[in-house]
């Protein structure tokens, strides 16, 4: 017969056991949702925020201390990484060249015009170290938008550009601007973001700095949707399965940086 103390201990380990999964099921739901914070933070705040070039430690009572004064890096961000720069274009921007033989232009003094042409269809291949991924873009959706990206991918902004990996969402350029910013187009009247989805990124300002992003995975599409900013430029035509090939190697190798190799962009006539 089992003992009264032995009863009570066996329920005492069940009611543990109880509360341990009930932690673990919280923690996995917290977990959850700080990706998805995490997410919608990157796009709405890093883009947006100044670098800065040093912390101020402070321990103790600070007004008894002679604390240093640490100026800000005023330098604005770039969606190029440093020792990645092209060169740089001060005056009027032109449409770049489409047959490929554009010289490689990392920063501007204006925003390019309308380099669109009308009943034309544009793919933009996007090369990674793990295989290719073909956007197809719609411009009639977020025609300014579709025209930055376009404009910067035929300047080679993109090449060798970072790839920022999420479960569920790929960004590509860093947290700044070519130089300039133009005004977004109107975010999807439904709000949603499906798989595959390719957007350009809007800042606090409602502004296109030229950073766009693929939605890869149902919590990349369910952070998007919390606040739906950002205009949509095309969809994933072919390779998306390669984002989950770079996702396992970050996942793998944390601290490597991966870039995006070449983003190539070839339009013909519609129909």
């Known amino acids: 017969m089992v003992s009264h103390d032995d009863l009570k201990k066996r329920r005492v380990h069940a009611d543990g056991v109880v509360a ?13 949702r700080v990706l998805i914070s995490m997410a919608v933070g990157l796009l709405a705040v890093t883009m947006v925020l100044p670098l800065v070039s040093g912390l101020i430690l402070v321990t103790g009572d600070s007004q008894e201390q002679d604390v240093p004064v640490v100026p800000l890096d005023t330098t604005p961000p770039s969606l190029v990484s440093e020792g990645y720069e092209g060169l740089t274009l001060t005056g009027e921007t032109p449409c770049p060249a489409i047959d490929g033989s554009q010289a490689r232009t990392t920063s501007f003094a204006t925003a390019p015009p309308d380099c669109l042409e009308p009943a034309t269809e544009y793919t933009i291949q996007l090369e990674t170290l793990s295989g290719e991924v073909a956007v197809e873009l719609d411009p009639t959706t977020s025609p300014e938008a579709t025209n930055l990206i376009v404009a910067l991918a035929r300047y080679g902004v993109y090449e060798s550009a970072p790839l920022v990996v999420y479960d569920g969402l790929v960004l590509v350029g860093g947290a700044g601007d070519a130089g300039f910013t133009i005004s977004s187009d109107p975010a999807p009247a439904d709000g949603s973001y499906p798989i595959g989805t390719v957007i350009a990124l809007a800042d606090l300002q409602g502004s296109l700095p030229g950073q766009f992003a693929i939605v890869t995975g149902e919590l990349g599409a369910q952070a998007l949707a919390v606040d739906p900013v950002h205009p949509i430029i095309g969809t994933v035509r072919d390779g998306l399965d390669v984002f989950d090939r770079i996702y396992d190697l970050v996942l793998s190798n944390p601290t490597t940086p991966y870039r995006l190799r070449a983003a190539v962009v070839t339009q013909n006539p519609a129909g």
């Open 20 to 32: 341990r999964q009930a932690s673990a099921t919280q923690r996995k739901a917290r977990r959850r």
